[in-house]
């Protein structure tokens, strides 16, 4: 039965850095392609960064472009979203997600277009909290 499971969130200072892991089991992995996404109170879920296990290709939302990387380790099945300059409004509960391959337009469109909702599987979220 495929799962996921988000880890690594938690209380952090604006500035400060935190480290989210998603481990999926499951899943052959490579013939996904994964996304973290946010909502964060009062407001809709959001694209945050999307990967492409086969090439690598990634998407990033403005909102964190250059403040956030996406990785994902192929020999460990797991994708990591390291969180940098963290702000307020970064405060969220995270979310992996997990969409087949085939059918996928761009890694954009899978994480904030027309395909955004689209997302096979998805995990029970981490809390992630920025405040001084």
């Known amino acids: ?7 690594g969130g938690g209380s952090v200072q ?3 850095s935190l480290r989210l892991s998603c481990t999926p089991s499951g899943f052959a992995f490579q013939l996904y392609a994964w996304g973290w996404f946010r909502q964060a109170p009062g407001k809709e879920r959001e694209g945050v960064s999307c990967i492409s296990v086969s090439d690598g290709s990634t998407y990033y939302a403005d909102s964190v472009k250059g403040r ?3 990785s994902r380790d192929t020999a460990k099945n797991t994708v990591d979203l390291q969180m940098n300059s963290l702000k307020p409004e970064d405060t969220a509960v995270y979310y992996c997600a997990a969409r087949f391959v ?23 979220g981490t809390l992630v909290t920025v405040s001084s």
């Open 14 to 16: 604006p500035g400060g």
């Open 1 to 7: 039965q495929e799962q996921l499971v988000e880890s």
């Open 68 to 70: 956030f990387t996406i």
């Open 102 to 124: 085939l059918g996928i337009n761009t890694i954009q469109d899978m994480c904030v277009g027309a395909q955004r909702n689209g997302m096979d599987y998805w995990g029970k």
